[in-house]
């Protein structure tokens, strides 16, 4: 069964830091350009980072570039998100989501498999 699986969302304060993970079961990370993706509420969801197969190419939206980092160990077949220097507009469900291609994309529809999200909240 294919699954994903997030972690590490939590309530930061401005300016403070998490690292989010995406642990992956039935199938194999690194066959897959994974992304990161997030919904605040009223919103839609958007693109943050991801990571390709093949190369390790990586993206990353205007609002989170240097801030955020995402990589992935093969090994332990799980994605991460490290987040820093966190703000209020930041809060929201994160998503990591796997497509089967090699090559990355910031659009929702070209991802196959999706996880259940977890609720990350910058707030003083």
């Known amino acids: 069964q294919v699954q994903l699986v997030e972690s590490g969302g939590g309530l930061v304060q401005p300016g403070g830091s998490l690292r989010l993970s995406c642990a992956a079961s039935?199938?194999?990370?690194?066959?897959?350009?994974i992304g990161w993706f997030r919904q605040a509420p009223g919103q839609e969801r958007e693109g943050v980072s991801c990571?390709?197969?093949?190369?390790?190419?990586?993206y990353y939206a205007d609002s989170v570039q240097g801030r955020f980092t995402i990589s992935r160990d093969n090994a332990k077949n799980t994605v991460y998100l490290q987040m820093h220097s966190l703000k209020p507009e930041d809060t929201a469900v994160y998503y990591c989501?796997?497509?089967?291609?090699?090559?990355?994309?910031?659009?929702?529809?070209?991802?196959?498999?999706w996880g259940q999200g977890t609720q990350v909240t910058v707030s003083s």
């Open positions: 989501a796997a497509r089967s291609s090699s090559v990355t994309s910031g659009s929702p529809g070209d991802y196959d498999y």
């Open positions: 039935g199938f194999t990370l690194d066959d897959y350009a």
């Open positions: 990571i390709g197969s093949s190369d390790d190419s990586t």
